[in-house]
């Protein structure tokens, strides 16, 4: 009895994994074409939305592309690897002078501002850390606020 029940389910499961690519494949164009079975359909996407540059699209994301780039104390400092001040910002990683903080998680803090939940590390120690980063309004100056000490930095060309 035992033998039946065990043939009966490794019978579907051997012609499944032995079945050849071309029906593989010719059965998930038959999905693609036939789409997502009724009720299962997504929403269309909404046409008149533009992405704001600035505020990330949802808690989780990335920061935002308008943050990114290299910051500085001033444009004479610009492009010079070793300055104190120098912060290289990126979508997933902040890289300070002597530290490189991790994002863990992005969320809007204000129409110009984001909070960003980071993984810091250096000078031997990694830990949570939050900053609010802060862009002006012309996107020249980026304010960024460590544990309540503010500092703010120019736009590097």
Known sequence: MHFRIACGVAAPLLML????????????????????????????????????????????????????????????????????????????????????????AVKPAGPRAIEIETSMSGEGETRKQALLLTLSPDGATLAVEIGGTRAERVRCP
């Open 17 to 104: 994994a032995c079945s050849a690519p071309g029906e593989q494949e010719a059965n998930a164009q038959s999905l693609e074409r036939k789409g997502p079975p009724a009720g299962l359909a997504l929403p269309p996407p909404d046409v008149g939305a533009e992405e704001d540059p600035v505020t990330p699209s949802g808690i989780g994301a990335g920061i935002a592309p308008a943050y990114r780039g290299e910051w500085n104390a001033d444009r004479g400092a610009c492009g010079t690897p070793g300055g104190e001040m120098r912060l290289r910002v990126e979508e997933d990683v902040l890289r300070f002078h002597e530290s490189v903080a991790k994002v863990l």
